[in-house]
């Protein structure tokens, strides 16, 4: 059995410990996934009206603290105060949109001989969430909203160095009126806490964000007992510019499709694939683009990006740009706090560590391409497909590139990923299942089939 411990968080902005939280061990896992199963029955039992009801009250509260909880993120995660706002409200949508399942999660009528076939769509029971560090609020939501609205409970535990928000939201739950012990949130270390909720045989999904390292294991031991996961894991995304695309725009668009969260997205566009025909008219236009990104304090309304999560992660991306690479950089503050400027390397081989591995900060590479053909093999040349963007002019292009890039999350003209109506999830090795869109709630779900006989 694990000792007691305390969770240090420190402002990745300043390096000062904000906060220290109490760390849960094995036992607190036995207990929370107990008081959840009890709370979970009673929630099923609750009439779909009434439980969409609370869920949209739970909203309801969240958007009467998002300033607040957007405060709390930027302290602890060093994010810009107006990404934190949206992060906030997209904590509500999810909700919101999620309460709008409830009285919609129907199973169907199945023409059979000799009766009358139903579908009937029952919640798992207990989920457990575990949530990174780069998007704290939104990614929890993800899971937590369509399962309680599907009738489970949800134990969630976050990243160790951004438990704040979590804590928070799960107060303001029972703020709303959720029952006690439907919505937990359990902060500890991923050996211990979170290896506690994914062995536990009281849990009967584990939806995880997070490294593929770490997404593997969890999904092996998930399979020991069957039980069902949702992995969204890695990216190293492609952002393919064509000659025909409007060059200009698209360069200008770059440095915030991998600068955003300061490169820590797993959507990020970190590699730019930019037909040779267009290349230097693109550099010359990216390059200006990236030295006006205003870096520093989070808090200020004028950042665009802010620090990196911690000492770790500097260091990583620090080993991926070694020094006398050529390329474009920005500037970043001196002092405390973790630090690194905008990055884009140039002359790379495109099976460079930085092309093909994910970096997780504000490193991009710029790779030139001859056709669609050649575009296409570049795209794929990792292990990952999660997210990435094609820009082109060309109906027919955007239509034949969508179908060829391997990955689960295409813009063409624009680098939006993520939209809670819409599905989201990776090929390859950048995660298994789907998350959000109007499927949500069935990934919660039990499908059971009842055949009634009308034989006399």
């Known amino acids: 059995m694990s000792q007691p411990y305390e969770l240090d968080v420190l402002n990745p902005a300043t390096e000062e410990v904000i906060a220290s939280v109490p760390g849960a061990v094995e036992q607190d896992v036995d207990t929370a996934v107990e008081r959840a199963a ?22 309801g509260v969240v958007d009467d603290h998002i300033e607040e909880l957007a405060r709390i993120e930027v302290r602890e995660a060093g994010h810009t105060i107006g990404n934190a706002r949206w992060e906030a409200g997209n904590v509500r949508d999810l909700l919101d949109y999620a309460a709008g399942g409830v009285e919609r999660l129907t199973g169907r009528q199945i023409p059979v001989p000799g009766g009358i076939d139903l579908t009937i769509l029952e919640p798992l029971g207990v989920v457990g969430v575990i949530a990174p560090w780069n998007f704290p609020m939104p990614i929890a939501a993800w899971g937590t909203a369509p399962a309680l609205a599907a009738g489970n409970a ?17 107060e303001l739950a029972l703020q709303a009126g959720l029952p006690e012990h439907l919505f937990q949130v359990l902060p500890g270390r991923g050996d211990i806490a979170g290896d506690a909720l994914v062995r536990h045989p ?6 995880f964000t997070g490294s ?14 069957v039980k069902r996961v949702t992995l969204e894991l890695g990216g190293k995304s492609p952002n393919i510019v064509f000659a025909d695309a409007d060059v200009e725009a698209a360069a200008v668009a770059a440095p915030m499709a991998f600068l955003d969260n300061s490169g820590q997205d797993c959507c990020a566009r970190t590699r730019i694939l930019v037909q040779s025909a ?19 304090d989070p808090a200020d309304e004028r950042t665009q990006m802010g620090p990196l999560i911690s000492k770790v992660q500097l260091e990583r991306v620090r080993s991926h740009v070694p020094d006398g690479l050529p390329g474009i950089r920005g500037t970043a503050p001196a002092g405390p706090g973790f630090w690194f400027p905008p990055t884009v390397l140039t002359g790379l081989a495109p099976d460079a560590p930085a092309a093909v591995e994910e970096v997780f900060g504000p490193v991009a590479v710029v790779l030139p391409f001859e056709d669609e053909d050649d575009a296409v093999r570049l795209a794929n040349a990792t292990d990952y497909g999660l997210s990435g963007s094609i820009w082109t002019r060309d109906i027919g292009r955007a239509l ?44 919660f779900t039990e499908t059971k089939n009842v055949f009634i006989s009308t034989e006399a």
């Open 38 to 59: 009890a709370a979970q029955r009673a929630w099923a039992a609750v009439a779909p009206a009434d439980r969409a009801r609370l869920l949209r009250r739970f909203a």
């Open 154 to 170: 949800v134990i969630l535990k976050p990243a160790e160095t951004t438990p704040l928000t979590a804590l928070r939201l799960a």
């Open 202 to 207: 009281g849990v009967a999904k584990i939806v």
């Open 212 to 225: 593929t390292r770490i997404g593997k294991q969890i999904m092996s031991l998930c399979a020991d007992r």
């Open 278 to 296: 267009v290349y230097d008219r693109f550099i010359e236009s990216l390059t200006p683009a990236i030295e006006s990104v205003v870096v520093g």
């Open 400 to 443: 034949r590139m969508s179908g060829a890039v391997a990955a689960g999350n295409l813009s063409v003209n624009s680098h939006s990923s993520v939209r809670y109506w819409t599905p989201f999830g990776g090929y390859k090795q950048s995660g298994l299942g789907r998350e959000l869109g109007p499927d949500a709630l069935t990934a």
